[in-house]
């Protein structure tokens, strides 16, 4: 469904999450419901900023190119979720990649400054796995299929 | 509280101080200055006396001078009264004579009667006295004139009687004349006593002005010297004044200090029980939705039988309710810090640092660290226990993130800081990996780490940065930079400003 929707191109996320187990968890659910074609993990701020501007161990672009959708957690070691939100959202060729917060946090303040920053959607990740596959699933459908995206993907 | 009410005694009394100290300077310098015209004033007054005691005595001796001369034209006027009677012998020209004579005794007598007027314008006791003089003088003058009378008279008839007249007459003159000289002694008597006693008054106003010049001389001085007084006093007073002023001001920079200090003691607080519910929320939850996540993916590979993944899965909910515990474990240590004070003694930290060294045994065995320390390091009044935990946390630490290509080298020391020779500052140094100097304050933060692979909670250094906040002092961390190992450093004494500052960074 979603590959003809996105015209047979594949479709890249980044995950970007410092717990191991949670990042287990997504790609497990993107692996079930085959929305995704690539599922990148990084596990901080700093790794994630480096990837989208292919800097460091991330310098091949080819390889390494921006993601249709990023999945970014909020509190991570090195630079903060916030922080690399910001950096997204004020980068002009990363501006416009759909970002959704993914969390545990539901605290008020990190929703609004989640929001300030220009993030597409605020998820938090629910306690219960049965709610928690089914989030993954609709997310990935309505980010990936559904919604349409910015530009078409020159690679 | 007790603190804030004593600084408002304060203020209130050094306020007190400076209305009640207000000398009365002025007001003895309005009575010095009284005096003093009052003794100008009154040495002007005698300066007035003496001339007019001056004035009235040249007057008073012309007066008595032309009196003097009234009674020896009056003698001389006798003599002229007493010549015809004598002359006679000689001239034998009685009609001539006796026309003198009677010419010389009109002038004679009004020449007396003049003298009895003045007399009467002088005082009655003496004008009487004198004019009792005169009486006597008219009766000489009357036997003069009857012996004149009686010669020109008998000259031609009893030139005998007439010669005996003469001396007769000759008698009363000389009588009239001394009662003139009676006169003019008692005239010179009395001018005198005058003079006398107008020196005597003149004299004594020259004791009392030389009484004023001293009296004045004196108060002069006194002025002068009140003033030099005053001058000092005034300068004194303008410096107390200013000194009362400058710790006013300073009492009121200290309390708005204190006021700064605790209102960033309270904004800490509760930024801390914000951030604590947050990261208990958050980092709380996180564990259980991997449990809860786990257990659900666990039973879909049961029903799909795959064993591969089943033990991941175990593993993973394990891990999780592994660092769930160490999570409240942890999060119970750290709601302790701060409430033991009282239980501050003063420590060796050395004894402090062994028994830690002591606790880590087996791991430094593992990592064959190197361990250096400082033989000499001071004693501290601390919470022994809590400072057992940040030696902990921060060698821990050191051991932690070290390097894998040298032997751990940590070492524990004091220094000095640069700035301010009186702060100790408290070291742990290592050849580990380094800091990125970006991460440099995260690194404190409760439940941060610079890597999701590290053991730990990531509530470590945020242990050791409460302890030792909490102790008054503030801790940071120095590094070269990725590879140069870091050097972890605490003070313990900020003064109330330094504390408020640290504590409004952290908020």
Do not use: C
């Amino acid at each position: 469904m979603a590959e003809k929707i996105t015209n047979g191109k594949p479709l890249k996320i980044l995950l970007v999450e410092d717990n191991p187990a949670h990042a287990e968890m997504v790609m497990r659910s993107f692996e079930a419901n085959r929305v995704a074609n690539e599922i990148k993990l990084v596990v901080d701020g700093e790794d994630a900023l480096d990837y989208l501007n292919n800097r460091g161990k991330y310098s091949d672009a080819d390889k390494h190119s921006n993601p249709d959708l990023i999945l970014l957690d909020l509190r991570l070691p090195k630079i903060d979720g916030l922080e690399v939100l910001d950096s997204i959202k004020t980068t002009e060729h990363l501006a416009l990649i759909p970002v959704v917060i993914l969390t545990t946090s539901d605290a008020d303040m990190d929703v609004a400054k989640a929001y300030k920053r220009h993030a597409n959607s605020y998820l938090v990740k629910p306690i219960e796995f049965d709610n928690f596959t089914k989030m993954m699933d609709e997310l990935g459908y309505y980010w990936l299929a559904w919604n349409h995206k910015p530009f078409s993907r020159v690679d | 509280m007790s603190v804030n009410k004593d600084s408002d005694h304060g203020v209130t009394t050094a306020e007190n101080k400076i209305t009640r100290n207000t000398p009365k300077w002025h007001l003895i310098y309005y009575v010095l200055a009284g005096f003093d015209l009052l003794a100008i004033g009154f040495s002007l007054f005698i300066n007035h006396q003496i001339t007019e005691l001056y004035v009235a005595s040249v007057e008073v001796n012309k007066e008595w001078a032309g009196r003097l001369s009234q009674f020896s034209r009056l003698s001389a006027l006798a003599t002229e009264v007493n010549r015809p009677g004598n002359d006679v012998f000689l001239t034998l020209n009685v009609a001539d004579e006796s026309e003198k004579f009677q010419l010389a005794k009109i002038k004679f007598n009004k020449h007396l009667s003049n003298i009895r007027i003045s007399n009467n314008l002088l005082e009655r006791e003496l004008g009487d006295s004198l004019n009792v003089h005169l009486l006597e003088i008219e009766g000489h003058l009357q036997k003069l004139n009857a012996s004149a009378n009686m010669i020109l008279t008998l000259f031609t008839s009893n030139p005998e009687q007439a010669g005996y007249e003469m001396a007769r007459m000759d008698r009363s003159f000389f009588s009239l004349v001394a009662v003139i000289d009676i006169m003019n002694r008692e005239i010179r008597a009395i001018q005198a006593s005058n003079l006398a006693a107008q020196s005597e008054y003149a004299q004594s106003l020259g004791k009392y002005e030389k009484g004023i010049a001293v009296f004045i001389f004196t108060m002069v001085l006194l002025v002068a010297f009140y003033g030099h007084f005053l001058s000092k006093n005034v300068a004194k007073f303008m410096a107390d004044r200013e000194e009362a002023n400058a710790r006013y001001k300073e009492l009121n920079e200290t309390l708005e200090q204190r006021v700064a200090s605790r209102t960033a003691e309270l904004e800490y607080t509760n930024a801390d029980l914000e951030r604590f519910t947050y990261t208990v929320s958050h980092d709380l939850k996180s564990p259980l939705i991997t449990i809860s996540g786990f257990i659900g993916l666990l039973e879909k590979d049961i029903a799909d039988a795959n064993m591969d993944k089943i033990d991941t899965d175990f593993k993973r909910i394990k891990d999780a309710a592994a660092t769930m515990r160490d999570l409240l474990d942890d999060l119970l240590n750290l709601s302790r810090i701060g409430r033991g004070e009282s239980l501050r003694v003063d420590v060796s930290l050395n004894a402090i640092v062994s028994s830690v060294l002591e606790m880590l045994d087996v791991k430094l065995n593992d990592t064959q660290a190197v361990i250096t320390v400082d033989s000499d390091l001071p004693v501290i009044h601390v919470e022994a226990a809590r400072f057992k935990e940040v030696y902990l946390n921060l060698i821990e630490n050191a051991l932690k993130y070290r390097r894998h290509d040298v032997v751990p080298e940590i070492t524990i020391g004091v220094s000095r800081d640069q700035t301010n020779r009186n702060q100790t500052v408290f070291f742990v140094k290592d050849n580990g990996m380094g800091i990125d100097p970006r991460y440099k304050e995260k690194i404190f933060g409760l439940f941060e780490s610079l890597s999701n692979e590290s053991e730990g909670t990531g509530v470590g250094l945020a242990i050791v940065k409460r302890i030792v906040n909490v102790h008054g002092g503030r801790v940071w961390v120095e590094s070269e930079g990725l590879g140069f190992g870091s050097t972890f450093k605490f003070v313990l004494t900020l003064n109330d400003l330094e504390q408020a500052k640290t504590r409004v960074e952290e908020v």
